[in-house]
């Protein structure tokens, strides 16, 4: 009997905010059994755009966030459940807006969902991350950015989202922990800081909105430290063509005059250390075992 996977995402004015989302969606499909999409209430005209993909695959669902939830992107994690709990497939994909899948690994990720299905042990799918950075010519190598992320989670088990980014399992009567996870032999293309420049600072204002005592920083690429990305040696989907052509920034020229963040400096360590020690000190949601 086939394994069944289900796609699924929230999103919300992914036009005035710059999300490559119809393209997020599109990269998954030919891969999923159906696509749960938990379109939030918004200004712009997202809802219409999902519903004129047109495939049947697509299930949306009609949110209406709550404004008042300013606890640490908590309103994220209940988008993102709404998502999750709709979906009807024994596995569960997550992509978020402005995460997109490469049309040649579908086959990679579906041979490592039928290879895992069968040992309960293994609970999630763990891919490879590329994080472009300021242009679709470049991506972070900095240990602050996570590297690896579950996406791929069994929909048989007892899971939630602390927040939109990751999940917990919740096992039995114990403290929740993080899933088990095996490596998805696959990676996932974000682009969310490649977008213009505008709309990634309309994305970051609203973000604080729901993430209370968070600092709003002023969005410019060339800010930022050139030792911690690398050019990107790739090919992009070929769904992100048309997007990257039009909707990203093109080049990413660094201030000379830019002063290291004391973050910025701490992670630049931590990159020298993992180089000398072949450590990894980039955050990690999940357990590898297997």
Known sequence: ????????????????????????????????DEFVVAVGRGEDDTLARVQAIGDPKIRIIETVWNERMADRGFVYAQ?????QYACTGDWAFYLEGDEVVHESELDAIRASV???????????????????????????????WYR?????????IRTYAPDGQYWLVMHQHKKP?????????????????VRRAEYMQAKLDQVS??????????????????????PFKGTHPKVMAHWLATEAEQELVF???????????????????????GLDFSRKHFKLVA
Not at 79 to 83: F, L, N, R, V, W
Not at 177 to 193: D, E, F, T, V
Not at 209 to 229: H, S
Request: hydrophobic share 35%; glycine share 8%.
């Open 1 to 32: 009997m086939k394994v069944s996977i289900s796609g699924f995402t929230f999103i919300r004015n992914g036009v005035s905010l710059g999300f490559p989302f119809e393209e997020s969606i599109r990269s998954l499909l030919p891969l999923v």
């Open 114 to 144: 039928e290879k895992h299905h069968g040992n309960p042990a293994v609970e999630a799918l763990v891919f490879d991350y590329l994080h472009f950075y300021g242009s679709p010519g470049y991506i972070s190598i900095s240990p602050g």
């Open 209 to 230: 909105k729901y993430w209370q005592g968070a600092v709003v920083p002023t969005i410019n690429y060339a800010n930022f430290d050139p030792q911690a990305v690398t």
């Open 79 to 83: 988008q993102k459940m709404m998502a």
């Open 177 to 193: 922990r993080n899933p088990h996870g095996a490596l998805a032999g696959a990676h996932i293309y974000h682009y969310g800081w």
């Open 255 to 277: 201030n000379p005059d830019y002063q290291l963040t004391r973050k910025e400096r701490k992670y630049r360590l931590s990159k020298a250390i993992e180089n000398l020690t």
């Open 148 to 156: 690896r992320e579950c996406r791929l989670v069994r929909n048989t």
